[in-house]
Nanobody, 116 residues
Framework: QVQIVESGGGLVQPGGSLRLSCAASGSGFTIYAMGWYRQASGKQRELVAT???????NYADSVKGRFTISRDNAKNTVYLQMISLKPEDTAMYYCHAQDLRQVGYWGQGTQVTVSS
């Protein structure tokens, strides 16, 4: 079984920055892709950014140039550096990990609120 734990959310003013972290733990698995998704109140969950084990990244158009995803394969950890945050970035951010068997795992989420 794989456990996913996120951290780093919080309240930040518009234009500010936050760094989210997500660690996958357990035994008997190899993580292939990791990523971040978000769900704002009353809206569907949407992709923010993903990164493969080899480092290939993919970003939602709304965050390109402001968010950067990175990972440490040795630690099964993924990071999301967010700058120039906007009120519309306010959401619950969820970490997702996919192993080589294409089984997916979700974290419990971390809240990001961008408000003055």
């Amino acid at each position: 079984q794989v456990q996913i734990v996120e951290s780093g959310g919080g309240l930040v003013q518009p234009g500010g920055s936050l760094r989210l972290s997500c660690a996958a733990s357990g035994s008997g698995f190899t993580i292939y892709a990791m990523g971040w998704y978000r769900q704002a109140s009353g809206k569907q969950r949407e992709l923010v950014a993903t990164i493969t084990r080899g480092g290939t990244t993919n970003y939602a158009d709304s965050v390109k140039g402001r968010f950067t995803i990175s990972r440490d394969n040795a630690k099964n950890t993924v990071y999301l550096q967010m700058i120039s945050l906007k009120p519309e970035d306010t959401a619950m951010y969820y970490c997702h990990a996919q192993d080589l068997r294409q089984v997916g795992y979700w974290g419990q989420g971390t809240q990001v609120t961008v408000s003055s």
